[in-house]
């Protein structure tokens, strides 16, 4: 499957349609049985709040994926994704109630690349705070 999106049809500052994921602590239990990181970090509120964290918070690796679901929609390809990095800023926290926490993300073209490619840059949010710096990927269009 390749982009959906042209090379010539994309500007600078293009903004990506915007999205907000849900993160609850059974999704937290689900990633890490998938991961094989069970770092009671991200279950056990007690060893959170003993290592100093305000509660459970969920993976670095979780936040980060749930964020680069904003490209890999609006491109139509997760294969075309070239490069993908972030610095975490922030924990995603998790109350242990029926609404969890929520991770809203935001994207735009930042610059067009070499060799049909795009740079765009994401924001992602959760609790009124930047959870993730310096998150940027580069993608390959049509």
Not at 97 to 123: F, H, M, P, Q, Y
Request: glycine content about 10%; proline content about 5%; aromatic content about 8%.
């Amino acid at each position: 499957m390749a982009a959906k999106i042209a090379y010539d049809d994309v500007e600078v500052g293009t903004e990506l349609p915007a999205r907000t994921f849900p993160v609850t602590r059974a999704a937290l239990v689900q990633y890490a049985g998938a991961s094989g990181d069970f770092n009671p970090i991200h279950w056990n509120e007690r060893f959170a709040k003993e290592v100093g964290l305000p509660d459970v918070i969920a993976h670095g690796m979780f936040t980060m994926a749930e964020a680069i679901r904003v490209v890999t929609d609006w491109v139509g390809d997760p294969g075309a994704v070239v490069e993908y990095g972030v610095r975490f800023t922030k924990p995603v926290v998790v109350p242990d109630d029926d609404k969890g926490a929520l991770i809203e993300v935001a994207g735009k073209v930042a610059a067009k690349l070499d060799d049909n490619t795009v740079r765009i840059d994401l924001t992602a949010m959760s609790g009124g705070q930047k959870v993730l710096g310096m998150s940027r990927a580069v993608v390959r269009l049509a």
